[in-house]
């Protein structure tokens, strides 16, 4: 496993979690995965509430019992995207939530922090018109 070091995990709030970056993955451990996805590592597979999905060869598992986050997170659908050289990892929205949104039209909740550094909630303006603008260097 590679040296251990903070991953900032962009999920429904941000959270950071001790981990590894290995080949450009983010590995971490079984209670941390349960933090960022709601989701626990049982022996019939990952579980949440009554449901459970085999892990079978979907998942790699690294040293000392770290699982690969992006492979747990497509495996519970949610999509993910990993920057190893800033040592992040987004996560988004699960399958189901996002199908929602588009068929009712209702933009999910998320939280980010404004230029100023204050964090802004999509709900902070529920009943009004809102333009998001995004903005990217790549």
Request: aromatic share 6%.
């Amino acid at each position: 496993m590679g040296e251990t070091s903070e991953i900032v995990v962009l999920a429904d709030k941000a959270t950071v979690v001790k981990g590894s970056w290995v080949e450009g993955e983010p590995y971490v451990t079984p209670e941390d995965l349960e933090t960022v996805l709601g989701w626990q590592v049982k022996p019939e597979g990952l579980c949440k509430n009554d449901a459970c999905i085999p892990i079978g060869n979907s998942i790699n598992f690294g040293e000392g019992d770290y699982l690969n986050l992006e492979e747990a997170a497509t495996l519970v659908g949610h999509p993910s995207l990993s920057a190893p050289e800033v040592g992040m990892i987004t996560i988004g929205q699960a399958h189901d939530v996002r199908s929602k949104a588009l068929k009712d039209r209702v933009a999910p909740n998320f939280t980010l922090s404004d230029i100023s550094g204050v964090d802004r909630s999509m709900s902070d303006w529920t009943g009004k018109k809102r333009l998001l603008v995004a903005f990217s260097s790549w």
